[in-house]
């Protein structure tokens, strides 16, 4: 069965850290680059990073840029994204997707994109 599964959401204070992890099976994981997208409440999808090869410097948002990493272990068919310095606007839910299709949140959201069922990050006091 082809499918992403996100985990590690969860409720952290400001300026705490969290990993989000991203498995995936079914298809041959090495040879997609792979994104982290979000969705604040009552708002449409964003953006958040991509990982390619080896060679290729991951992409990130401005919005995480120096607060976030993002890793992959094709061995283990996992992604990652490290969360370090969160601020109540990093509030979302976080998906994995397949792929990278711009920097443009709503490419992401097209039927035929495969993405996990997200995990809820909240950042609050």
């Known amino acids: 069965q082809v499918q992403l599964v996100e985990s590690g959401g969860g409720l952290v204070q400001p300026g705490g850290s969290l990993r989000l992890s991203c498995v995936s099976s079914?298809?041959?994981?090495?040879?997609?680059?792979m994104t982290w997208v979000r969705q604040a409440p009552g708002k449409g999808l964003e953006w958040v990073s991509t990982?390619?090869?080896?060679?290729?410097?991951?992409k990130y948002a401005e919005s995480v840029k120096g607060r976030f990493t993002i890793s992959r272990d094709n061995a283990k068919n996992t992604m990652w994204l490290e969360m370090n310095g969160l601020k109540p606007e990093d509030t979302a839910v976080y998906f994995c997707?397949?792929?990278?299709?711009?920097?443009?949140?709503?490419?992401?959201?097209?039927?035929?994109?495969?993405r996990g069922q997200g995990t809820q990050v909240t950042v609050s006091s």
């Open positions: 990982i390619f090869d080896s060679w290729t410097s991951p």
């Open positions: 997707a397949q792929g990278y299709r711009g920097t443009s949140g709503v490419s992401y959201s097209e039927t035929h994109i495969l």
């Open positions: 079914g298809f041959t994981f090495r040879d997609y680059a």
